[in-house]
T-cell receptor, first 110, second 116 residues
Framework: SQTIHQWPATLVQPVGSPLSLECTVE??????LYWYRQAAGRGLQLLFY??????ISSEVPQNLSASRPQDRQFILSSKKLLLSDSGFYLC?????????FGDGTRLSIL | AQKITQTQPGMFVQEKEAVTLDCTYD???????LFWYKQPSSGEMIFLIY??????QNATEGRYSLNFQKARKSTNLVISASQLGDSAMYFC?????????????FGKGTLLTVNP
């Protein structure tokens, strides 16, 4: 069966520090992968998506970047975090009629 | 421009009654898919129902059904016989076609509260 792993579950980082959030998928090959950010009580903002290794589409210009070094690995990064980067980050992969989500990472910036 | 529009920030419904959550979308693709997700306060995203752009029948899954009006580009979620556990945030989403690299965009959500 397919599963998606996302870690860490919670993260507290100081302003200006780097960030690396990792997402891996099992049980499927060449998945479409997505990173979303959700501010408290708000909708899901699409940050990046990828249809294959090394192929990244960016939705909004911001302080973050994404990479897909392997078929089932999707990484969200930042060199220097801002206060506005706080939020709930969700990774997802999609098959034909469903998107499967990780458990999310709650990121707090101090 | 918004790809997915959910015009109801909040909705209230009495237990056991039906409720309709609105969603309109915007795409130039011929092939696309529409999803609804439920997000309780725990934060997990729970898949509810899917409608493909070429599906002629409205999708149904248990108490959930879609009122899919392709010409109007709307896909409203109908929840029948509401339960207290239905209180949550509901998101409409659209998966676009290969020309858009299968972009998957969500609306801002509707917070549904079911009253006893």
């Amino acid at each position: 069966s397919q599963t998606i792993h996302q870690w860490p579950a919670t993260l507290v980082q100081p302003v200006g520090s780097p960030l690396s959030l990792e997402c891996t998928v099992e049980g499927t090959s060449n998945p479409n992968l997505y990173w979303y950010r959700q501010a408290a009580g708000r909708g899901l903002q699409l940050l990046f998506y990828s249809v294959g290794i090394g192929q990244i589409s960016s939705e909004v210009p911001q302080n973050l970047s994404a990479s897909r070094p392997q078929d089932r690995q999707f990484i969200l990064s930042s060199k220097k975090l801002l206060l506005s980067d706080s939020g709930f980050y969700l990774c997802a992969w999609r098959d034909r009629d469903r998107a499967h989500f990780g458990d999310g990472t709650r990121l707090s910036i101090l | 421009a918004q790809k997915i529009t959910q015009t109801q920030p909040g909705m209230f419904v009495q237990e056991k009654e039906a409720v309709t959550l609105d969603c309109t979308y915007d795409t130039s693709d011929q092939s696309y898919g529409l999803f609804w997700y439920k997000q309780p306060s725990s934060g997990e995203m729970i898949f509810l129902i899917y409608q493909g752009s070429y599906d002629e029948q409205n999708a149904t899954e248990g108490r959930y059904s879609l009122n899919f009006q392709k010409a109007r580009k709307s896909t409203n979620l109908v929840i029948s016989a509401s339960q207290l556990g239905d209180s949550a945030m509901y998101f409409c989403a659209m998966r676009e076609g290969p020309g858009s690299n299968y972009k998957l965009t969500f609306g801002k959500g509707t917070l549904l509260t079911v009253n006893p």
